[in-house]
C-alpha cells in the first residue's frame, strides 16, 4: 500500500440532502490532508459538483482552528451542496476541470449518487491514465448504503426522531388522542423505525409504525390497528414514512386524496409531491377521523409532519455519530494518502461492545441501488419493529433524553 | 404573613397544553409540601379539574426521589392535563370535591383560564369562609400571560424554535431557495420572534418574521419582501405564526385557500382549522411560487409546519427555563404555607446581570386576557424582530447551538 507520494492538489465537496454531521466528515478530511506537503492545495468545491464545473473553490487551509471546530458542530453542508446527479457529459466537465487545476485527490462527501459520480469519474480518470485518488465519504440520515454497518448522519437523525417521539408520546398521554407523525423516508423506513428508540414499556409510543417496506393496507388493517391501541391504550402514537404505499403500491397519500376528495400537488413531471408538505399526516388524521370518530363524544386526532428538523435540528447531533462522521472523514484522507486509489469509507461493527472499524468498500458496491430495512427488524404484523432493530440502532444515537412517568 | 399553620389536605392539577418544563413546577411545589406536617395527604390529581371532579388522585409523598427527578426533565404534564374550561356550575363541583376531601390548599399549573378557573374556585371558597390557599403556577409556551415578565416553558419552547431555525437557515443555504416554517402561536408571536436568537448576522435567517400582531399584505408586501431577500442573498428563510391575518382579519390560511382555490378544512363549529395541519405552510409555498417562480429555472420554496415538538421535544430544554419553573412551583408553595390565601406567581428581572426574582400577583390580573407582543419588539416594516427583543429572550433559552461557516 506505500507509494511514492502523489504530488498534486485535493478537492472536497460535499452533495445530497445534509445531516447534522456531515461537516464532521468535512473537518475530518481535512485534519489529515492540511498537514501533507504532497498536497499542494486543499480546495473546497462550493456546492459540490457545481463547483468544480464553475472553477468555484476555496482554500481549506486558510480557515482558522477554531473555526473548523464550529463548523464540524454545525448540520448541514458548510461548503454547500448540490443535487446534481451528473451524466457522462457533466462527468467530463468535472474530469476536465481536475486536469487544469492538477487535482489528483478527490473526496465526496454524499450518499449512492455521490459514489456513483465518484465511480464514474475515477473511471475516466483511469481510462486515460491520469492519476486520481477518488473516495466516497458516506453520508444519509437515510441509512440506506450498502455494505456499510450504517451511515455517518443516521445516528444524529435517529436522536432527533426518537426524541422527538419520546416527547410527543408524554404530550399525547397528557391530552390523550391519536397522533399521526410522518417522518422522512421515501424508500426506507431506517429513520422512522428509531421512532421508539427511548420507548421504556409496551405503553410507550410509537404504538404503530408503518414503513415503505410492508405494504400499509389502508381499508383493514391500518384502521383496525389504530382502533386497537387506541381501545387498550385510550391514546394511540403512530410513526409513518412519507413514502409508505398501499397494496396497488400507490403512495398512501395519493390513496387518500381519492378516497377523501383531496387533492394532491403534483411537480412539473406529474408526479405526485411527498415531503416538504403535510398533506400525508393531514389526510391520515382525516381518514381516521372519519373512520372512527364516529359517535365518540371526543375524538382527538393531530397529526405532525417532522420535516427538515430530522436532518437539520442544531445543537442536538448524537455524539457518536459526530465521532464517526469524523473518522470516516480522516479513514478516507488516510486511504488517499497511503496510495489506495478509490472506495467508499464503510464501517464495520466489532462484537461485543459497540465500536466501530472502518474498511474500504468498492465504489461500485455502493453506487446506486440502496440497503432496505431487513425483514427482521420488522415485526410479523408489519406495524412495528423488533427488538433486534432496537439493538441494531442504539448504540447509534449517543444519550437519549430522561423520561420519568407517574402513570 | 406569619398564621396558624393551615391543617388539612393539598392537591396539586395541571391544565391546557403541555411544555417541556411544567414537571419542573410540580417537583418543585412537591418538594416544599411533602416534608410539611399541616399538609395532611398531597394529592396529585389525574387531568387536572376532570380529576378533581372525578376524585382521581394520586399520592404524590409516594413518589420516589429518583422517579420524582426523571420527571422533572419529562416534557408534558406528568400528572396528565385537561382542556376544560370550568364554568360556575364546573367550579361548583370542584370546590365540593375540595369540601368533601378537605382540601385546604389548591394548586393549579397553567395558563390564563387555569388563573381563572383558580379565581373562580377561590372566590367560592371565600363566599362560604372555608379557608382555602389557592396559587396558580404559571406555564405557556406562548408567553402570554400579564404581569410577570416571562412565563416558564416559553425559554424551553423558544430554545427549540431557535435551533430549529439555525440548523434550518444552513441547511437552506447548502440548498438555497425559500424556506417557510409555521410557529406555533395564535394570538401572540412570542414564539415565533424567538426563531432568530441564534443569528450571528444579516445574512443569516429567519430573513423575514410574521407575528398575529401585525396585519400581513399578502398581496404586495409579503411577496416583495421575499423577493427583495431572495434577489440579495440567494434564498430566504421565514418565520410565520400560524395565527397570522391579512388586513381584513381574515386568518392568512383562509385568505390563501380561496387565492388558490383549495378546501380549508373546518372544526364541528366552522372555525378554520388553524394548528395540527400544514395547510398555512403548504398554501403560502404555493403562493410564492405561483408569484415569483415564473420564468425562473430552479425555484425551490419549501415548507415545514413546526407543530408538536415545539412543546414537547425530550432532552432540550432551555436550563434556564427548567431552574425558573421549579423556582415558581417552590414559590407558590411558600407562599401558600405562609399564610398568603391566593394568588399567581410572577417573575420580575433584576437590573443588571439576567435574574429573576418572584412576586405574587392577583388572580385576577393574570386571568383572562393575555400579552401581546409589544410594539417595540417588532421593526418598522412588521417583517422581522428588535434588538430590544433578542435582548429580552436571549437569557431565557440557556445555551444556544454552536454554529460555524465558511460561506
Keep these: 500500500m506505500t507509494s511514492k507520494p502523489l504530488s498534486g492538489n485535493a478537492v472536497i465537496g460535499q452533495s445530497g440532502g445534509p445531516t447534522a454531521v456531515i461537516n464532521q466528515s468535512l473537518v475530518g478530511a481535512i485534519e489529515k490532508l492540511a498537514p501533507c506537503r504532497q498536497i499542494k492545495r486543499l480546495l473546497g468545491a462550493h456546492h459540490g459538483v457545481r463547483g468544480i464545473v464553475k472553477e468555484d473553490f476555496l482554500d481549506l487551509r486558510k480557515i482558522k482552528r477554531d473555526v473548523l471546530e464550529r463548523v464540524a458542530q454545525t448540520p448541514a453542508a458548510a461548503l454547500g451542496s448540490s443535487r446534481d446527479k451528473p451524466d457522462e457529459a457533466y462527468c467530463e466537465k468535472i474530469f476536465k476541470s481536475f486536469a487544469k487545476f492538477d487535482v489528483r485527490y478527490f473526496f465526496y462527501i454524499g450518499g449512492n449518487d455521490s459514489a456513483d459520480t465518484a465511480r464514474i469519474i475515477h473511471e475516466m480518470a483511469a481510462a486515460t491514465r491520469y492519476e486520481l485518488r477518488t473516495f466516497h465519504i458516506p453520508k444519509t440520515i437515510d ?62 409510543g410509537p404504538h404503530l409504525v408503518y414503513v415503505p417496506e410492508v405494504v400499509c393496507h389502508l381499508v383493514d388493517k391500518f384502521v383496525e390497528d389504530v382502533a ?40 412539473s413531471h406529474g408526479n405526485p409531491q411527498l415531503s416538504g408538505t403535510g398533506a400525508l399526516g393531514d389526510f391520515l388524521g382525516d381518514y381516521l377521523k372519519q373512520k372512527l370518530g364516529e359517535g365518540k363524544k371526543s375524538f382527538r386526532v393531530r397529526a405532525d409532519t417532522l420535516g427538515y428538523p430530522q436532518r437539520s435540528f442544531a445543537g442536538y447531533a448524537s455524539s457518536v455519530d459526530q465521532a464517526e462522521a469524523r473518522l470516516a472523514g480522516r479513514t478516507a484522507a488516510e486511504y488517499a494518502l497511503e496510495g489506495t486509489l478509490d472506495g467508499s469509507v464503510a464501517f464495520k461493527r466489532a462484537a461485543g461492545r459497540y465500536r466501530v472499524t472502518c474498511f474500504r468498500a468498492e465504489l461500485k458496491d455502493v453506487a446506486r441501488k440502496t440497503k432496505d430495512l431487513p425483514r427482521n427488524f420488522i415485526n410479523r404484523p408489519g406495524n412495528g419493529v423488533t427488538d433486534a432493530f432496537y439493538k441494531y440502532a442504539l448504540p447509534l444515537v449517543g444519550e437519549l433524553p430522561v423520561i420519568g412517568k407517574l402513570f
Excluded at 159 to 173: E, K, Q, T
Design 143 to 204: 441509512n440506506d448504503l450498502r455494505v456499510t454497518d450504517h451511515c455517518p448522519g443516521y445516528g444524529s437523525a435517529a436522536r432527533y426522531v426518537a426524541s422527538a417521539f419520546a416527547g410527543d408520546d408524554r404530550d399525547n398521554a397528557s391530552l390523550p388522542g391519536v397522533k399521526i407523525n410522518v417522518v422522512m423516508g421515501r424508500h426506507a423506513g431506517w429513520l422512522t423505525a428509531a421512532a421508539g428508540l427511548a420507548r421504556q414499556d409496551d405503553a410507550d
Design 228 to 267: 386497537r391501541i387506541y381501545d387498550r391504550f385510550g391514546r394511540c402514537q403512530i410513526a409513518v414514512s412519507e413514502g409508505v404505499q398501499d397494496e396497488t403500491h400507490t403512495p398512501v397519500v395519493v390513496a387518500l386524496a381519492e378516497r377523501l376528495g383531496h387533492r394532491v400537488e403534483r411537480d
